[in-house]
């Protein structure tokens, strides 16, 4: 079955070469120039991906990246012409799992949308070998499905925040520098800020409250095994 991806652009001709570029590799794409209309497509159709212009008529890419967040996990790509790191760093916290300046190269769009791709059909993070399951106290991480668990309860998580806890929970107590994090997540080729992985981190927190997550000031985190440990 083909992944299904839904392209909000409202320039014609980044939106034409975009799709031509996806629909080469095998996707499925459905194309609109506004949020709105985006938003009404969901009523009959659920995409497997989401690429988001942030400059748009009426509601912005932002608005829309949170409502899709309100209601889904499913992948968000964010390409714009803001190039400032806090606009990047928004895009990041509103939960997209990856942002793209404007002007850029279609392969490299192509390239990191199936690299997202691959990351969520592979049950193997960051060259850790395969495990049916990983558990921590009230977290348990089922590897195969990429389902999480938290206190019993399903827990909702984006593609790059389940990859963070694959890593951390299969090698807990163990110090993980931000580049570090930063290359096992996005890729050796992404050049964004490290901020990037404390936004996860951020997000994480919150979502799995009490998480045994501690921060290794002025390096990174690891995960500790015992909660109490958690600074």
Known sequence: MKNKIFIVEDDPNIRDIVSA?????????????????????????????W????????MDG???????????????????AKDDEVDKILGLELGSDDYLTKPFSPRELVARVKRIFKRIDSS??????????????????NTNDRRVFWQGKEV????????????????????????????????????????????????????????PIETVWGYGYRMRSKTEEVK
């Open 62 to 80: 932002y608005e829309l990246c949170k409502k899709i967040r309100q209601e889904s996990e499913v992948p968000i790509i964010i390409i714009s």
């Open 156 to 211: 909702e998580v984006t593609a790059k925040e389940f990859d963070l806890l694959t890593i951390l929970i299969s090698n807990q107590n163990r110090a993980f520098a931000r580049e570090e994090l930063l290359s096992l997540i996005w890729g050796e080729d992404y050049f964004g800020s490290d901020r990037a992985v404390d936004d996860l981190i951020k997000r994480l927190r919150k979502k799995l409250e009490d998480l």
């Open 51 to 58: 690429i988001l212009d942030i400059m748009l008529p009426g």
């Open 124 to 141: 193997v993070t960051g060259g850790l070998e395969e495990e049916q399951e990983l558990q921590l106290g009230d977290l348990v991480i």
């Open 21 to 49: 570029y996806l629909k080469k590799e095998g996707y499925e794409i459905s194309m609109v120039d506004n949020a709105e209309d985006a938003w009404e497509l969901t009523r009959d159709s659920r995409p497997d991906m």
